[in-house]
Nanobody, 123 residues
């Protein structure tokens, strides 16, 4: 059974940084793509960033490009997302999701999800 565990959420001031981590278990990490989605209160879940099985393809949402960096640590079966220059509009519950090989921007293409971690950016 595939399990995803998010770590690293919290409260930060505008302009600050956080690193989220997604630990993957129950499937071969080397053939797993991982994506981060987020859902703000009253809004739909949206794609934030993804990384393919090799780490060579990393799509980002326009709203986070050049501020967020996604990367993988194959030795730890973990995908990290470094979030810099955080803004109040980044406030949301962040979820990681997994699927085989390549990420997509569509939440319905993922069958494995973590429980989510809250990120709050104060102004």
């Amino acid at each position: 059974q595939v399990q995803l565990e998010e770590r690293g959420g919290g409260l930060v001031q505008t302009g600050g940084s956080l690193r989220l981590s997604c630990v993957v278990s129950g499937r071969t990490f080397a053939t797993t793509a991982v994506a981060w989605f987020r859902q703000a209160l009253g809004k739909d879940r949206e794609f934030v960033a993804g990384i393919n099985y090799s780490g060579g393809i990393t799509p980002y949402a326009d709203s986070v490009k050049n501020r967020f960096t996604i990367y993988r640590d194959n030795a730890e079966n973990t995908v990290h997302m470094q979030m810099n220059s955080l803004k109040p509009e980044d406030t949301a519950v962040y979820y990681c999701a997994a699927r085989p090989m390549e990420p997509t921007r569509t939440s319905t293409s993922y069958t494995n999800w973590g429980q989510g971690t809250q990120v709050t950016v104060s102004s």
